[in-house]
């Protein structure tokens, strides 16, 4: 896997969650199976099978998380243009067809939450402002068709 660039934000998000699966719900788990295992015959207890088997997906998600961890490299914006749209940016945007303005944050596949303003650097639109600067127009195809922007102002 290649490296992972996070924001501080999203790097302490990651960390909550990896110490919340191993520090609670590894615990919860735990108890679960025990209690499973206490109404009798495992070989054909249900409740055992199902809590062992979110036992297995717990423990998967961990280490998923801890080499997502490992890989992660946090953005340091002092050593970032500051007028190009990379990752990390804070971009508004207008759209050229609609007029309306739109303001995007570029991040990893990790942090992305359109709800938050928050779009992947992977994604269609993410990708076509990549590497753009302050008053440029850029032309984004995605399955609809073209999208068409003005970049007004970037920002970190």
Same mark, same amino acid.
């Given at each position: &896997?290649?490296?992972?660039?996070?924001? %501080?934000?999203?790097? !302490?998000?990651? /960390?909550?969650?990896?110490?919340?699966? =191993?520090?609670?719900? #590894? %615990?919860?788990? *735990?108890?679960?199976?025990?209690?499973? #295992? *206490?109404?009798?015959?495992?070989?054909?207890?249900?409740?055992?099978?199902?809590? $062992?088997?979110?036992?297995?997906?717990?423990?998967?998600?961990?280490?998923?998380?801890?080499? =997502?961890? +490992?890989?992660?490299?946090?953005?340091?914006?002092? +050593?970032?243009? =500051?007028?190009?749209?990379?990752?990390?940016? %804070?971009? $508004?945007?207008?759209?050229?067809?609609?007029?309306?303005?739109?303001?995007?944050?570029?991040?990893?596949?990790?942090?992305?939450?359109?709800? !938050?303003?928050?779009? *992947?650097?992977?994604?269609?639109?993410?990708?076509?402002?990549?590497?753009?600067?302050?008053?440029?127009?850029?032309?984004? $195809?995605?399955?609809?068709? /073209?999208?068409?922007? =003005?970049? &007004?102002?970037?920002? #970190?």
């Amino acid at each position: &896997m290649d490296e992972i660039y996070l924001t %501080k934000e999203g790097y !302490q998000k990651l /960390v909550e969650e990896l110490e919340l699966l =191993k520090k609670v719900r #590894r %615990k919860e788990l *735990s108890k679960a199976v025990g209690e499973a #295992r *206490s109404h009798g015959d495992i070989s054909e207890n249900a409740e055992y099978d199902a809590a $062992k088997e979110a036992q297995a997906l717990n423990e998967r998600k961990i280490a998923e998380l801890e080499e =997502k961890l +490992n890989l992660v490299r946090i953005l340091d914006y002092e +050593n970032i243009p =500051k007028d190009e749209v990379l990752v990390g940016a %804070k971009v $508004k945007i207008k759209d050229l067809d609609t007029g309306e303005e739109l303001e995007y944050t570029l991040v990893s596949e990790l942090e992305a939450d359109y709800s !938050q303003g928050k779009i *992947s650097l992977s994604s269609p639109v993410g990708k076509g402002l990549l590497e753009h600067k302050k008053n440029e127009t850029v032309e984004i $195809k995605i399955p609809a068709g /073209v999208l068409r922007y =003005k970049i &007004m102002e970037i920002s #970190r």
